[in-house]
Antibody, heavy 119, light 110 residues
Framework: EVQLVESGGGLLQPGGSLRLSCAVSGFTFSNYWMNWVRQAPGKGLVWVSIINNEGSDTSYADSVKGRFTIFRDNAKNTLFLQMNSLRPEDTGVYYCGRDGDGDDPIDYWGQGTLVTVSS | QSVLTQPPSASETPGQRVTISCSGSSSNIGRKPVNWYQQLPGAAPKLLIYRSSQRPSGVPDRFSGSKSGTSASLAISGLQSEDEADYYC???????????FGTGTKVTVL
């Protein structure tokens, strides 16, 4: 059974840093591209970042470029999102998602972890 | 980040059919497959349709998807109370080099 479990969320002040983790099981992690998607309270889904299966290629939404870094540890089956210079508008639930085969979008999602940025 | 456009809400009585549209552009839906997700209240999104019209195992055949040009649609036939949820479309955007999601549609069973 495919499982993705996020952790690391919390409450912090603007300008702070946080690292999210996504531990996966049930599939060969090193074969799949992975994503982070966020959802502000009461709002829709917004894609944040993607990383290729080897960890050598990444892409980011304009809103987080230069502040967030996606990376992975294939030996530990874990995906990460390092978030720096956090802003109140970064508040929301962060989901990790497994990319589908070929050009298919995300097929499996974690349960999410809540990040709240507030003074 | 640009988004795919969906109607904010849709509603119908039990047993009826509801259709949700998803409008994009030539850089996303026009050239890439579309996925649809169902998000029940307080839960994570769940894959409902992949590759524009395919259902994962376990998804009832009441759910169907299609794509034409730069638009896609999701149809729910034989609507049931458990179908009350938010529905999102998504596709890769070659211009943005990232995924774009639909604005979301809240389905209400009257």
């Amino acid at each position: 059974e495919v499982q993705l479990v996020e952790s690391g969320g919390g409450l912090l002040q603007p300008g702070g840093s946080l690292r999210l983790s996504c531990a996966v099981s049930g599939f060969t992690f090193s074969n799949y591209w992975m994503n982070w998607v966020r959802q502000a309270p009461g709002k829709g889904l917004v894609w944040v970042s993607i990383i290729n299966n080897e960890g050598s290629d990444t892409s980011y939404a304009d809103s987080v470029k230069g502040r967030f870094t996606i990376f992975r540890d294939n030996a530990k089956n874990t995906l990460f999102l390092q978030m720096n210079s956090l802003r109140p508008e970064d508040t929301g639930v962060y989901y990790c998602g497994r990319d589908g085969d070929g050009d298919d979008p995300i097929d499996y999602w974690g349960q999410g972890t809540l990040v709240t940025v507030s003074s | 980040q640009s988004v795919l456009t969906q109607p904010p809400s849709a509603s119908e009585t039990p047993g009826q059919r509801v259709t949700i549209s998803c409008s994009g552009s030539s850089s996303n839906i026009g050239r890439k497959p579309v996925n649809w997700y169902q998000q029940l209240p307080g839960a994570a999104p769940k894959l409902l349709i992949y590759r524009s019209s395919q259902r994962p195992s376990g998804v009832p055949d009441r759910f169907s998807g299609s794509k034409s040009g730069t638009s896609a649609s999701l149809a729910i036939s034989g609507l049931q109370s458990e179908d009350e949820a938010d529905y999102y479309c998504a596709a890769w955007d070659d211009s943005l080099n990232g995924y774009v999601f639909g604005t979301g549609t809240k389905v209400t069973v009257l």
